[in-house]
Nanobody, 123 residues
Framework: EVRLVESGGGLVQPGGSLRLSCADS????????MAWVRQAPGKGLEWVTS????????YYADSVKGRFTISRDNAKKMVYLQMNNLRPDDTDMYYC????????????????WGQGTQVTVSS
């Protein structure tokens, strides 16, 4: 069973960078497609990016393409989100998500959620 714990959030100035990490304590991490999903207060969930089980394919929302990079290390059961050139509208709670099937680019695909880590972009 997959258990996800995010870390790495914080306060950063516009134009800055952060690296989020997500650790899985389950047994089947390498079989899951992993994703990052974010949510602003009072707003719905927004899919950000996903990566398939073998790191062969990655997908990005248009709003983050060219600025964010998703990666994973199956041996360490970790998934990462490198965020560069951050903007104030990137301010959100960021959730790590795992999907047993599909591209993990739509919310109903998600089987397991982390507890979230807050990212605030402000000067």
């Amino acid at each position: 069973e997959v258990r996800l714990v995010e870390s790495g959030g914080g306060l950063v100035q516009p134009g800055g960078s952060l690296r989020l990490s997500c650790a899985d304590s389950g047994f089947y991490f390498s079989l899951y497609t992993m994703a990052w999903v974010r949510q602003a207060p009072g707003k719905g969930l927004e899919w950000v990016t996903s990566i398939d089980s073998g790191s062969s394919n990655t997908y990005y929302a248009d709003s983050v393409k060219g600025r964010f990079t998703i990666s994973r290390d199956n041996a360490k059961k970790m998934v990462y989100l490198q965020m560069n050139n951050l903007r104030p509208d990137d301010t959100d709670m960021y959730y790590c998500a795992a999907c047993s099937s599909g591209s993990c680019s739509v919310i109903p695909d998600v089987n397991v959620w982390g507890q979230g880590t807050q990212v605030t972009v402000s000067s």
